[in-house]
């Protein structure tokens, strides 16, 4: 990065004016683009480019930026001017012919031709002279003759004459020849005519925009801009000599190009690696709201999703890992024969010759194309006979109860199908759809969906299951394996007049498993199921998506109803037994425990109370009837106290020795 300048320095955040105007540069102006001193080039690509100025004073810099840097320099611009501040910056739109003839009664092309600029500028008033004639008024028009021939034969040339309304109310016709002359009187409409001509000028330069920053300052100082502009990444290449003494000499080298558009003489260059992130913002472009488009409704159906992946068989039911897998479907009906394809038109161009890369296909065209500049050529590339059979898919996950047409696609070309749009016809050539077909590799199969097939009815009905399927102890833990199910009944209406092969797609849940007769493979993101169907044939699919879960608990912790609903989940008769017996202690402890509370509170109110009569009996004569009656009081209470105090203690022994059973009973090893 260049070195930074120990100044105050002003960065343009706000104050950015874009004008239609094109500013004469004053006489204060600096207009030689600056001295680049600096440039900084990231692995990122961009660079970052250091100017310096020389200026005196307030002064205008103007830098000549290509058209495709603009946005750059409005995103990164920071100006630094160590005695002044930055008034503005102003630069001439994106399209300044367009928005200087928007509000102008005239355009480009009439300013070509003195009669039809004439004609957009009626209603202003002008002095007009031709051929040693002057007239002075308000335009009212031009009139342009006819051509035609002249009695001789010869071609007339066209004369066209101004309509002037002069001072006296008069209309004056002045014909307008080759010497004729044209003077706005009108200040404001000369203003905009020589605006206009300014930027019609301009028109031939539209690859560059100058850039004019306005600076307020005092004294003679150098002023630095910074900005961004794209810019090649730039390279490294590296040499690493070894030698004899276990050592080596390493040489590296940076590959460095020069896109900035301007020479570079003594720059301090810096090279920055790294992963920046870099945007860019459409700055200097007209932004406009979009509203949003009420659509028309129609009766096609909504685009079913793509087939993105292949289709992988099921694995096989393993008996001895214990695991529930997913089973392979354990029959499939055959899928009837595609028919075959209509046959190609005579003289087809043949296929391209196919080459299958590591990571692309190539394909060479057979013959020279011949091509127009501005036209468009399609040619076939492809011209092969591949697998494909009609097949009804529903998708579970699309929230229609009717499935889709399409065709199970085999490449079977030897060379990886691009994507893009897939048009479908019948056997017969009637368009049946259309179908967006994801890249399928040699030798695999894609689905493309092209069609609604509102034929067929599929309703499913899911009814969620758990079960506890194992139960253990161990060091005072409770060890469960907890089975979450989704019973997925799919019932089918097949079409009345065709038999159909029905597939069948749900979403695969991470951490489950699926389990079907019907289950025929799965893709990364779904699980797949067959089912044939004659015509007029109903079908119903069972379909059992479960997990397992590890769940824990610990005992000392649970109280005795949770024991015991845990003991009637328990696989085993000892576990069983050993968790109602845990239920039983814990019922004790409980009940300990709560007399333990009980005798608290009996002993903290018998002691309230002695506190009440104390305070009492200070209140009144000790040799009183009175005082005598609180004395007793106090007397009785405390025998009551020790009573319950007695009572506490046996209570909280009582606890004690229950809760060290019960930890007794939970250290025990299972048997």
């Known amino acids: 990065m260049p070195r930074p ?143 035609g021939p002249t009695p001789a034969g010869e071609a007339a040339e066209p004369a066209a004459r101004l309509s002037v309304l002069t001072a006296p109310g008069r209309i004056d016709l002045l014909r307008l020849g080759p010497d004729a002359t044209l003077e706005i009187l009108d200040d404001a409409m000369r203003e905009r005519l020589t605006r206009a001509a300014t930027v019609t000028g301009l028109g031939t330069a539209q690859h560059a925009r100058n850039l004019a920053i306005a600076l307020e300052g005092t004294g003679a100082r150098e002023v630095v801009l910074d900005h961004l502009v794209a810019a090649p990444v730039w390279k490294t290449s590296h040499r690493l000599v070894l030698q004899d003494d276990g050592k080596a000499r390493l040489q590296s080298w940076a590959v460095v190009e020069n896109a900035t558009g301007e020479d570079w003489r003594d720059v301090e260059l810096t090279l920055t690696t790294g992963a920046p992130v870099m945007y860019r913002q459409a700055l200097y472009e007209h932004t406009w709201h979009e509203r949003p488009v009420l659509g028309i409704e129609t009766g096609a159906a909504e685009p079913p999703r793509r087939d993105d992946s292949a289709e992988r068989p099921m694995a096989e039911a393993s008996a001895a890992s214990g695991q529930l897998m997913l089973n392979r479907a354990a029959r499939v009906a055959a899928a009837p024969a595609p028919a075959p394809p209509p046959p190609m038109a005579a003289g087809s161009a043949g296929a391209a010759p196919a080459e299958e890369g590591a990571t692309a296909a190539s394909y060479r065209l057979p013959r020279p194309v011949t091509l127009a500049a501005g036209g468009t050529l399609a040619i076939p590339f492809v011209d092969a006979e591949v697998a494909g059979s009609r097949i009804a898919v529903f998708q579970a996950d699309r929230g229609q109860r009717h499935p889709v047409a399409g065709v199970m696609l085999q490449n079977d070309t030897g060379v990886t199908l691009p994507p893009g749009i897939l ?112 015509a007029g044939a109903q079908a119903e699919i069972a379909l059992v998506q479960e997990r397992q879960q590890a769940q824990t608990l610990a005992l000392l912790d649970a109280d005795a109803d949770v024991l015991m609903r845990w003991s009637g989940a328990a696989a085993d008769d000892a576990t069983r037994e050993r968790l109602r017996e845990l239920a039983d202690l814990r019922r004790e402890l409980a009940g300990a425990e709560q007399a333990v509370q009980r005798a608290d509170g009996d002993l903290e109110r018998a002691q309230a109370n002695q506190a009440r009569v104390r305070d009492n009996l200070a209140a009144v004569p000790a040799d009183s009837t009175l005082g005598q009656r609180y004395v007793k009081m106090l007397a009785d209470e405390e025998d009551r106290i020790a009573g319950l105090a007695e009572a506490r203690d046996a209570a909280a022994a009582k606890a004690t020795a229950m809760r060290e059973m019960l930890g007794s009973a939970l250290a025990k090893p299972a048997s």
């Open 5 to 147: 300048l120990h100044t105050r320095f002003a960065m343009l955040a706000t104050v950015l004016v874009l004008t239609n105007a094109h500013a004469a540069q004053d006489a204060d102006a600096a207009d030689d683009g600056g001295r680049v001193v600096a440039v900084s080039l990231s692995s990122g690509g961009m660079a970052q480019v250091r100017r310096v100025f020389s200026v005196d004073g307030n002064q205008t810099l103007h830098v000549q930026a290509p058209l495709r840097d603009v946005d750059d320099w409005l995103k990164s611009l920071v100006v630094r001017d160590p005695a002044g501040t930055v008034a503005g910056m102003s630069l001439d739109g994106p399209a300044p012919l367009e928005e200087t003839f928007r509000t102008l009664p005239f355009d480009a092309q009439d300013m070509a031709a003195l009669p039809d600029l004439a004609q957009a500028l009626a209603g202003t008033r002008v002095r007009a002279s031709s051929g040693g004639r002057n007239v002075e008024g308000v335009i009212l028009g031009v009139e342009r003759p006819a051509q």
């Open 423 to 534: 048009t479908v016809y019948d056997p017969d050539g009637a368009h049946a759809g259309d179908a967006a077909l994801a890249a399928v590799p040699p030798s695999e199969s894609r689905l493309a969906l092209f069609a609604e097939d509102r034929k067929v009815e599929v309703t499913a009905e899911t009814r969620p299951q758990e079960d506890i399927t194992d139960v253990r102890i161990a060091d005072g833990v409770l060890q469960a394996t907890r089975v979450q199910r989704l019973n997925t009944q799919y019932r089918v209406k097949g079409a009345p007049d065709a038999a159909r092969e029905l597939l069948i797609e749900v979403p695969r849940r991470p951490g489950w498993q699926a389990r079907s007769d019907a289950l025929s493979g799965e893709t990364a993101t779904h699980w797949r199921l067959r089912q044939h169907l004659d």
